[in-house]
């Protein structure tokens, strides 16, 4: 069964969709061995006990990136993946459009290249303080909205734009504030957590620290509630303040802003 693109829980009123997880977790917890574990297969309501049954399965399983889900008590992308398998949640690595395909891939190249700061954790380095004068930041501040906005600038000039579509600036949530006002789809982060398949390849995502700081990356690929990223001033630690341009793998649900999607400006 496919993921319904929505959070299943307390009081879902589908009942085929109740009655296949019931049955599916039945399957896969040992329901008739294990009486913590039991569930009515033939029963149509997700009511508090087969709540204590999906939390049970979280923490006894992991997401299709071995990390360990979420125990809530509720079936989102990932624990439905981790149910019914990977391939009954969509997938995407399609960017689109010509500029979020060439956005990514001078994000690609800047990886490749192993941009790395100089001296480390200094926010400096040729590479750096030339992704932070695209936006007009002098060198020493946090480089990972430079980085995005770099990316954008060279794919727009490579496909001979006469602009630029993303907003210019270094501020993650200055970003985020201005992202509408240019043209741009903001997701916000609970709708991507209930429907990852809103998302694409080539939107960008917001996390926001408090206080003003926040971190920012572009979507390689999408698959089972797993993204597939390029960031900047970050590391495998998966910090805000890393030493580098990375791949990294996050969880849809660790993004607590949200999406700028530039793909109908594309």
């Known amino acids: 069964m496919d993921y319904p693109g929505r959070l299943i829980k307390i009081g879902e009123d589908d009942a085929a969709i109740v009655q296949a997880l019931r049955r599916q977790l039945g399957l896969m917890m040992g ?17 508090a006990g087969m709540k204590r049954v999906v939390k049970l399965f979280q923490a006894r399983h992991v997401d299709s990136a071995g990390r360990p889900l979420k125990q809530d008590g509720e079936i989102g992308a990932l624990t439905w993946g981790a149910i019914f398998g990977t391939e009954s949640v969509p ?24 941009v790395r700061e100089v001296p480390m954790n200094s926010n400096r380095g040729p590479d750096v303080e030339k992704y932070l004068a695209r936006v007009g930041a002098p060198g020493g501040l946090p480089w990972c909205c430079a980085f995005v906005y770099y990316c954008f600038d060279e794919a727009s000039k490579a496909l001979g734009r006469t602009g630029n579509p993303m907003v210019r600036t270094a ?42 700081a926040g971190h920012t990356g572009l979507v390689e690929s999408i698959s089972a509630g797993i993204l ?16 580098g341009v990375y791949r990294l793998a996050r969880k849809v649900g660790e993004i607590n802003k949200g999406f700028i999607d530039y793909g109908p400006l594309g």
């Open 31 to 47: 329901g008739d061995s294990d009486p913590v574990a039991r569930l009515d297969p033939k029963g149509t309501v997700f009511d």
């Open 91 to 114: 997938a995407s690595a399609d960017a689109g459009t010509d500029l979020l395909a060439r956005v990514l891939a001078v994000a690609a190249g800047e990886e490749e290249k192993e």
């Open 171 to 212: 501020g993650c949530l200055d970003h985020w504030n201005k992202a509408v006002a240019k043209g741009a789809t903001r997701i916000p982060a609970a709708a991507a957590t209930a429907d990852p398949a809103r998302l694409a390849p080539g939107m960008i995502f917001i996390m926001d620290h408090g206080r003003g």
């Open 228 to 243: 597939a990223t390029i960031e900047g001033n970050t590391d495998a630690s998966r910090t805000r303040e890393g030493g």
